[in-house]
């Protein structure tokens, strides 16, 4: 039993930085070994934000739209999975979810059907 729940969404104003949070809950039979963040604006497919194998520098990635600005990252001890997005723009307005698998990540780990296990999202809106 895998349970994801992001939080941290909301209003942020153009330029802000933004902080969001996915508290991670897996029974002990369960190993995953890829856990990322995806987003969907209204009216646009889902779409991969950054993908990060869980623990400290074990591999990750970015979107290419999003590289330099934002930055993920995993808190072991919490077991958080962690998205930081430097400058927020208009067009980040969208629903961000947390998504784990029991695969390794690879070159597909940008593909939504790679995921085993989904949050439930959280809105974030940019706008002054």
């Known amino acids: 039993q895998v349970n994801l729940v992001e939080s941290g969404g909301g209003t942020v104003q153009p330029g802000r930085p933004l902080r969001l949070t996915c508290k991670v809950s897996a029974d002990t039979t369960t190993t995953l070994k890829c856990m990322a963040w995806f987003r969907q604006a209204p009216g646009h497919e889902r779409e991969g934000v950054a993908w990060?194998?869980?623990?400290?520098?074990?591999?990750?990635e970015y979107a290419s739209s999003l590289k330099g600005r934002v930055t993920i990252s995993h808190d072991k001890d919490k077991n958080t999975l962690n998205l930081q997005i430097l400058r927020a723009l208009p067009e980040d307005t969208a629903i961000y979810y947390c998504?784990?698998?029991?695969?390794?990540?690879?070159?597909?780990?940008?593909?939504?059907?790679?995921?085993?296990?989904w949050g439930q999202g959280t809105q974030v809106t940019v706008s002054s």
């Open positions: 990060k194998r869980p623990g400290l520098g074990l591999g990750l």
């Open positions: 998504a784990a698998a029991q695969d390794d990540c690879s070159w597909s780990s940008f593909e939504a059907e790679k995921y085993d296990y």
